[in-house]
Nanobody, 120 residues
């Protein structure tokens, strides 16, 4: 069973850089055929796909976030991270990490989510 656990600051000030980490257990983030994604849900809104890092380290970002977002990984710790620059109160959301199956084209496993609030 694959488990994902997000960690990061609950509160951050505007203009700062948000850093979140997703720790993965039950499978390697280098396992063929999977992508490791970040998704967020602002209050009262739907889910927003932020980006993914593939099993081979390639990345893809939502074009609306590409300039500010960066996803990286530490294979020795089996974790991947999101960095979001120059945050504003509009970046307040619950942030989720998830495993994406390339063959099934579906999100197979999700973390519980972590609330991030950006103060103005």
């Amino acid at each position: 069973q694959v488990q994902l656990l997000e960690s990061g600051p609950g509160l951050i000030n505007s203009s700062q850089t948000l850093s979140l980490t997703c720790s993965v257990s039950g499978d390697s983030i280098t396992a063929n055929g999977y992508g490791w994604s970040w998704i967020r849900q602002p209050p009262g809104k739907g889910l927003e796909y932020m980006g993914v890092i593939g099993f081979d380290g390639t990345t893809y970002y939502n074009p609306s976030l590409k300039i500010r977002a960066s996803i990286s990984r530490d294979t020795s710790k089996n974790e991947f991270s999101l960095q979001l620059d120059s945050v504003t109160p509009e970046d307040t959301a619950v942030y989720y990490c998830a495993r994406f199956g390339q063959q099934s084209t579906a999100f197979l496993d999700w973390g519980q989510g972590t609330q991030v609030t950006v103060s103005s």
